[in-house]
């Protein structure tokens, strides 16, 4: 009688005894969910995933990018460009006109607000879409995102190091702009106190400026959701075109359901309906009530958000 054959480790398979297989899935992970080159890694002598793709590499590799470059240029530029416009426009502005616009020449602070008001709907909104949803795509565009994962770098690490970055991107976005805006307004029209728009009330420029980093700060703030939808596109898509696109679209549709009255109080839970609660900081007596409400809409969304990007990306083939 033939004897049955050994299996690797030398023994006979009992009867009966089902062979487990232990080899990649579909999505190129094995039973437990690691990349071949992972599995590998985990007992090669050495192997730290802690240390891989450290966040400066990240910092340099994107830094380096033309795209980080040329967005940066045209965020600097622009507040030269209104401070030329404003030059050529008409000398004076209507007599009683209270509106931003109106009031962007009267300082320094003034002119860094209406520069941020004109420019957090559209441009900084596509500075962070193209931060946050260009960096997976990217990868995977150009067939680097399976080298990286083979490296071996571990799927949430690598998630992380590069949200971590893109934010930072964004983050750094959104300040140089109003900084700018505010350094050019200081040399074009002088440092003088703040007019408040709507009221004509005057405010020592000493007392605004605190609330100014305020300002800043929620601006941040508000385009989370931004960040958080174009990175989960990114992670989805191969296209770093459609992820910086979807993220720009979903601004764009929620600005026009915020102009649709008939919603009612549905309008105050859409991701754009506080992004101008910052002008409340700038008052007399500051409100922040809105505010509030805006970052918690903003943070709860992005939460839910990023949340369902890393479990999307734990389950996505990258050998195909």
Request: hydrophobic share 55%; charged share 15%; with cysteine.
């Amino acid at each position: 009688m033939d004897r049955p054959a050994p299996d690797v480790a030398g023994e006979a398979p009992a009867a009966g005894r089902a062979v487990r297989d232990d080899g990649p899935d579909a999505h190129g992970s094995d039973a437990d969910g690691r990349t071949p080159g992972q599995a590998a890694a985990a007992h090669a002598p050495g192997y730290a995933p802690g240390r891989t793709l450290p966040l400066r590499v990240e910092f340099v590799r994107q830094l380096r990018r033309r795209r980080t470059m040329a967005m940066f240029g045209v965020l600097l530029a622009l507040p030269w460009v209104l401070v030329v416009a404003f030059q050529f426009g008409p000398a004076g502005r209507g007599q009683g006109s209270l509106r931003l616009s109106d009031l962007a020449t009267a300082g320094g602070l003034n002119f860094a607000a209406f520069a941020l008001s004109v420019s957090a709907s559209f441009l900084l909104v596509v500075a962070v879409a193209l931060f946050c949803g260009d960096t997976v795509a990217s990868e995977a565009s150009w067939s680097s995102l399976r080298y990286l994962l083979a490296a071996p770098v571990p799927r949430d690490r690598l998630l992380r190091q590069k949200l971590v970055v893109a934010l930072a991107y964004s983050a750094a976005a959104v300040t140089v702009l109003p900084l700018m805006a505010l350094l050019a307004g200081t040399l074009a029209f002088g440092w003088n106190d703040i007019t408040v728009p709507g009221t004509g009330e005057v405010i020592p420029a000493a007392d605004v400026l605190p609330k100014f980093a305020v300002v800043i700060g929620y601006a941040m703030v508000s385009q989370l959701v931004v960040a958080s939808v174009a990175f989960l596109l990114s992670v989805t898509t191969d296209s770093p075109l459609g992820a910086v696109g979807g993220a720009v679209g979903l601004v764009i549709v929620s600005s026009i359901l915020q102009a649709v009255e008939a919603l009612g109080s549905l309008r105050e839970f859409l991701p754009t309906f506080w992004n101008a609660a910052w002008l409340d900081a700038l008052a007399p007596e500051p409100e922040y009530g809105g505010m509030v409400k805006g970052v918690a809409i903003s943070v709860t969304y992005s939460a839910i958000i990023v949340a369902f990007a890393f479990r999307r990306f734990r389950r996505r083939d990258v050998v195909s």
